[in-house]
């Protein structure tokens, strides 16, 4: 199972970006779908997240900013990021819990980096 995480760029504060995570490989479903940053000197944070039903949870930093969502039937998730400020300046990976057969068993899954930039 692979997560391939793209769409990062340079933006000016106050755009857009909108990332994509896509799982690929023998995969039976994808459970809950998440979004972690990185900046430069800090930890790792989860940004938000969006269940195997559909509910979302955000950081309070980027909520009402951020909207997370997903496509069941692409195995893809997605982060639309509005208003961007230079703080949200990070690299940005997904991860996921997987399952791979019937079974309950989920294997947690991460996906490499995407870098945005927010700078004018």
């Known amino acids: 199972v692979q997560l391939q995480a793209f769409g990062g760029g340079l933006v000016q504060p106050g755009g857009s970006l909108r990332l994509s995570c896509a799982a690929s490989g023998s995969i039976f479903s994808v459970n809950a779908m998440r979004w972690y940053r990185q900046a430069p000197g800090k930890q790792r944070e989860l940004v938000a997240e969006?269940?195997?039903?559909?509910?979302?949870n955000y950081q309070g930093s980027v909520q009402g900013r951020f909207t997370i969502s997903r496509d069941h039937a692409k195995n893809t998730g997605y982060l639309q990021m509005n208003s961007l400020k230079p703080e949200d300046t990070a690299v940005y990976y997904c991860?996921?819990?997987?399952?791979?057969?019937?079974?309950?068993?989920?294997?947690?899954?991460w996906g490499q980096g995407t870098l945005v930039t927010v700078s004018s």
């Open positions: 969006i269940t195997g039903g559909g509910s979302t």
């Open positions: 991860n996921a819990d997987v399952r791979i057969d019937r079974t309950p068993a989920v294997t947690n899954y």
